[in-house]
């Protein structure tokens, strides 16, 4: 499991025009969900995106998370993290989970998230929904967490 975390100022996912999600200062998370991801994985990457220490503290060093400043996060499913470039010009996403299982690690991903936070409530895209997401990238600040690769997390 991947998410692409960004510190954001702002962002809005919308889907056909209409705003499924909106939050001001905090993180938007891109998420991708790999074969053969678990339960296990998904609690354990939201509880890193929720203690990623990247918000700026009274000194302006990167030394708090998003917890800790109680701001908000938007989570947006993204298959094309896992895209695959290493032969020819088009993409294979073979390595992304089949719908079924991302969605409900997708949900189960959301969920831990909003634990983590208190029970704030995690702002969302529409899984399988062609999106808009529009943020302001606050630095830029962008950090790529995973879950289980080849057996060590990061």
Do not use: W
């Not at 960004?6 to 209409?18: A, D, F, L």
């Not at 909106?22 to 354990?44: F, H, M, Q, W």
């Not at 998003?66 to 908000?72: K, S």
């Not at 999106?131 to 990238?137: A, G, K, S, T, W």
């Amino acid at each position: 499991m991947r998410a692409l975390v960004q510190r954001v100022s702002r962002c809005t996912v919308s889907v056909k025009g209409e705003v499924t999600g909106s939050i001001g200062p905090g993180l938007l998370v891109l998420l991708g969900v790999r074969k053969g991801d678990t339960n296990a994985e998904a609690e354990y990457l939201a509880a890193r995106c929720a203690a990623l220490r990247i918000f700026p503290d009274a000194d302006g060093k990167m030394n708090l998370s998003v917890h800790d400043v109680g701001r908000e996060a938007l989570v947006v499913s993204q298959f094309t993290l896992y895209a695959d470039t290493r032969r020819g010009t088009r993409p294979s996403y073979s390595d992304a989970a089949p719908a079924s299982d991302a969605e409900r690690l997708y949900d189960l991903f959301k969920t831990a998230l909003s634990r983590q936070l208190d029970g704030r409530t995690v702002q969302a895209g529409v899984f399988g929904a062609m999106m808009d997401v529009e943020l302001v990238n606050e630095g830029p600040v962008t950090v790529m967490l995973e879950s289980l690769v080849g057996g060590e997390r990061s």
